[in-house]
DNA sequence: CGGAATGTTGATATGCCTCAACTAAAGTGG
DNA sequence: CCACTTTAGTTGAGGCATATCAACATTCCG
């Protein structure tokens, strides 16, 4: 019976090369499942967790609240993503983080994370390395955010979240299930419902990809690349997924 | 004659707690001195860099190149920053690193630091919690940019900076000095010069701050806080600068 | 089947970008 | 040190794009 933990080990495999003995320490780790429901908060903005989770299945998002109960959401975590490795190295949450559709995860105590790393340095390495491509996103999603028009923008998230899914084995031919709402994309592209629709319509029109009920669909990747300025390098993979 | 790197120490123990063998390591570490002049790159995109870069005076800042030659700045850096600490363990940078106005960095090769954190693994987690804040500044750049309105975005841009450089030693009275100029305030927060130019002038309209060639000037700094939203929560220091 | 949540569409207004002309400041060389 | 050049900042006019609002359609769920 292999551990859930399975798919950290292919996660990190995606950057990092581990040997034999950091795998079966990895998997070894003490852990706990949890199940959340859609919209369910796996951790809030001000709590100070003693645990880390992995996504074991679904998909998690990472959000700030605004005034008014607004959300602006700041990155999607799939199978074998740790959306709170932070949690180690900062007490406090800065933001929290739900799950979007139903979610499985692992909970790692910090403890147990913290021993390991003491006697597989290599594993802390790894995992660092997996907080440092979380921040290149976060900058990717600045840049998106802030310099790229609207189609542009929301291609651009799509390319990557379908290229992630790719490398997590999540595709199906040419789509993945992306557990989202308009409102949710409003909400990570900071644009409003009305023009995410539009917006939406655009690209569908242009026969390069579409998304609807929570299925994304390429129909033509390169088109889409080029039209989103998609340059999967700042996912720092060492072997990009076949598409 | 103390260690150039002793404004590393002074910035890790913002959020961490050394003892005098951490302290007495980092200090110790093999470094070379280079002086960099105003617009000056330190690293561009697509470098493999065997050093990583502790920022010794001046304000350095990371972006991402955009077509046509524009730019998105993505973060700044001040005194004991190290702007470039991810090459650590990401071969590839992502994004450029340059100088605003002219700055002395101190260079270090990754092998001295990993060789340090061997020795002294609560200096490496010290350095991951360093990387992890700045993600979580990455966040809040994200947040700005897309759900703040001008005035707000950049009162909070303001903010951050008043409140790091107080944090670092650098403000003088209720100033301090930032060499950028009104393109860059527009390549960081995803406005048009005009706008930023007319914002600018709201807030100081409002009594609230000023900037105007290089110089911040805070006047109201409760009203700029409400203004932009700024909770500093999100810079994870041990205890806030008297500001 | 009914109600709530989610998505769709059109009309309107405003706020930001673009462009262009101008002013002020800073840097340079005689 | 001053005249000149270059760069940076300022202001106004105009148009477009996106937010906002409202009405409606569809899907989801009990």
Redesign the pocket.
């Known amino acids: 019976m292999p551990s859930p933990l399975r798919v950290l080990t292919r996660k990190l495999k995606e950057h990092s090369r581990l040997n034999a003995e950091d795998v079966a320490t990895l998997e070894g780790l003490s852990h706990l499942l949890r199940h959340l429901e859609p919209g369910e908060d796996l951790i809030r903005q001000g709590d100070n967790p003693r645990v880390s989770a992995v996504v074991i299945k679904g998909l998690a998002a990472r959000y700030h609240l605004l005034s008014a109960g607004a959300r602006q959401y700041l990155s999607f975590h799939m199978t074998g993503d740790m959306p709170d490795s932070q949690s180690l190295f900062i007490e406090t949450m800065d933001h929290s983080v739900c799950a979007m559709g139903a979610v499985e995860v692992a909970l790692i105590p910090h403890k147990a994370l913290l021993k390991a790393f003491e006697r597989r340095p290599s594993l802390g390495f790894a995992i660092w390395r997996e907080t440092l491509i979380d921040a290149s996103i976060f900058r990717e999603a600045i840049t998106n955010n802030s310099a790229r ?2 189609r542009a923008r929301m291609g651009h998230l799509f390319c990557e979240l379908f290229y992630r899914a790719s490398a997590s084995g999540l595709r199906v031919a040419d789509e993945c299930q992306l557990p989202i ?3 949710q994309i409003g909400e990570t592209l ?6 995410v ?2 917006t ?2 655009q690209l569908r029109i242009s026969r390069t990809c579409s998304f ?2 929570g299925r994304l669909q390429i129909f033509d990747w390169d088109g889409l690349v080029r039209l989103s300025q998609f340059n999967p390098s700042y996912l720092h993979q060492r072997k990009p997924p076949p598409l």
């Open positions: 028009e609207p709402g308009l409102v900071g644009m409003s419902i009305a023009t629709n539009r939406l319509q609807e009920r």
